[in-house]
């Protein structure tokens, strides 16, 4: 399947350079990426009142229960109506919070109409006790449109915590099983085939099932929908990390292409401030897919109660918990001497005759290419570091 990136050819970037329009390029080039990080990704989150739903969407936005813009978890409020709750940093992420099915305003057979099923790529049903009938109607009615549903049973944790002070043996792993395969037990006998049961507790996703949902998901939704759950999922294992890493990864010789484009145009001076512009861009992602933003690493620490300046402290990278300028991009640039030689070198080579311009154009290629390997894993590594440090892992 073609590229984001394909969709917006790199000559248009060409045109508006020898039209001696570099804002124009650069804006061009804004284009790819917010085109690349905008496709739309809607959650429906369902379950009965008191289920676990709000805590649920706001664990996987990586918000406390506190935080400003929180799905309310007051016991005593019900959802009564369709709300969006968009992800901090990828408003194009949405987290569905539905109303329970089966109340007089939302009746088992006319749900789905009611809350406008076809916007949604997946469900999520959530139970914190067992799935009860009105779950199985919801299940039916959603395999009947062709969508995709997920069975999440929450608040593992307190399940654990009683079954430990009530059990003389207790064995984690064993009660975990038998917890799934009651939920699996009692689902296939009311008609669900093969149902899919993701055991969760919201204040640690990164124990228990969680992770594996995550997975599912990835896998089972379409290719171009992919990168928008993974860059949106919390950064709860190293895996995941490295997931956004390769992710991450596999976009560099696409922005590479774009820079070599620029190159090609022989205005002197002008690859390396378009270059910088499409560099504060992309790296800004890599902070906000990590998770390496001051307002993500805020609430971060909210939510693990590990103080802010700790989480700073492991921190080495100049260009994590700050704002990605083009004058700190290209300080940063400077601190590698390797790709600020191809920088310089790609400027001369501009203006030697006949061969200059494919020669810039590969040194471009080369320059973007190495400047965002070295960025990219300073960050991931950032991120890992940030990660066992909330954790309190050596």
């Known amino acids: 399947m073609a590229h984001p990136l394909h969709f917006v050819s790199t000559e248009a970037i060409k045109e508006a350079l020898q039209n001696n329009d570099p804002s124009l390029a650069v804006a061009k080039i804004q284009e790819l990426l917010e085109r690349e990080n905008n496709i739309p990704l809607n959650i429906g989150i369902t379950g009965e009142s008191g289920s676990g739903k709000s805590t649920f969407?706001?664990?996987?936005?990586?918000?406390?229960?506190?935080?400003?813009?929180?799905?309310?978890?007051?016991?005593?409020e019900t959802t009564m109506e369709v709300t969006p709750y968009p992800h901090p940093n990828y408003p194009n992420v949405l987290l569905w919070d539905l109303p329970g099915i089966g109340t007089p305003d939302f009746p088992a057979d006319k749900y789905l109409e009611r809350v406008e099923f076809k916007r949604f790529d997946f469900f999520i049903i959530i139970s914190d006790t067992r799935f009860r009938e009105n779950d199985v109607k919801l299940a039916?009615?959603?395999?009947?449109?062709?969508?995709?549903?997920?069975?999440?049973?929450?608040?593992?944790?307190?399940?654990?915590?009683?079954?430990?002070?009530?059990?003389?043996?207790?064995?984690?792993?064993?009660?975990?099983?038998k917890l799934r395969g009651n939920c699996i037990q009692g689902l296939q006998k009311a008609g669900v085939v093969s149902p899919q049961v993701f055991l969760v507790s919201s204040f640690d996703l990164q124990l228990y099932d969680f992770a594996l949902l995550g997975e599912t998901l990835e896998r089972e939704l379409p290719e171009h929908k992919k990168n928008a759950l993974l860059l949106a999922m919390p950064n709860i294992s190293p895996e995941v990390i490295n997931k956004k890493k390769k992710a991450f990864y596999d976009q560099i010789q696409y922005w590479a292409t774009a820079s070599g484009a620029v190159?090609?145009?022989?205005?002197?001076?002008?690859?390396i401030t378009v270059d910088v512009g499409l560099l504060v861009g992309v790296v800004t992602q890599y902070v906000l897919g990590f998770g390496l933003d001051i307002p993500s690493l805020k609430r971060l620490s909210d939510r693990t109660n590990v103080p802010f300046d700790d989480l700073i402290a492991v921190i080495i990278s100049q260009l994590a918990a700050t704002e990605i300028t083009s004058d700190l991009l290209l300080?940063?640039?400077?601190?590698?001497?390797?790709?600020?030689?191809l920088m310089a070198a790609e400027e001369v080579s501009r203006f030697i005759p006949i061969l200059g311009i494919p020669v810039a154009m590969t040194l471009s290629f080369k320059s973007t290419y190495n400047i965002l390997k070295i960025i990219l894993n300073m960050l991931a590594e950032d991120a890992q570091s940030v990660f066992k440090r909330a954790l309190g892992l050596n």
């Open 263 to 271: 190159a090609a145009v022989p205005v002197p001076g002008l690859s």
């Open 140 to 177: 039916h009615e959603i395999k009947k449109m062709e969508k995709k549903f997920y069975f999440v049973r929450s608040k593992i944790d307190i399940d654990l915590q009683n079954q430990e002070r009530s059990q003389r043996e207790f064995n984690k792993e064993r009660t975990l099983s």
């Open 331 to 341: 300080k940063v640039i400077g601190q590698q001497s390797g790709s600020a030689l």
């Open 57 to 76: 969407v706001n664990a996987f936005r990586g918000i406390d229960n506190m935080d400003e813009g929180a799905a309310p978890t007051d016991c005593d």
